[in-house]
């Protein structure tokens, strides 16, 4: 979930991009580092509207599909509708597949106060929806 489709691929040579777990040039997939880009899983008004977002990697909220569900807050938490016909590739498919659903795990955050001292909080996401 924190690294797929982050990084770019190395591989030389063409291969279906389905089966790699790295992002390639001009593929929807590719989305931002959460470890890294501190967004929530609420999909962007402004990138829902126009494909794009004047923000770019600065923007709170999630560019694309693969980055509203492949975020941390919602990856795997719902189960498939699809169930066993599911016809998505496992690595592909961001829904969970067992009787269980994935509780998510808040990320701690650093939080520096006016004062200058540093505590630790927890980020806490919204809602989030993603509909395209």
Known sequence: MYEFKVRKCTRSRSHDWTDCPFSHPGEKAR??????????????????????????DECD???????????????????????????????????????FIRVVQLLPTNVTHESGRGTTAFSVLGPSVCMW
């Open 31 to 56: 989305r931002r580092d959460p470890r890294r880009f501190h967004y929530s899983g609420t999909v962007c008004p402004e990138y829902r509207r126009s494909g794009s977002c004047s923000r770019g």
């Open 61 to 99: 909220f999630a560019h694309g599909v693969f980055e509203c569900w492949l975020h941390p807050a919602r990856y795997r938490t719902e189960a498939c509708k699809d169930g066993k016909s599911c016809k998505r590739k496992v690595l592909l498919c961001t829904f969970s597949y067992f009787y």
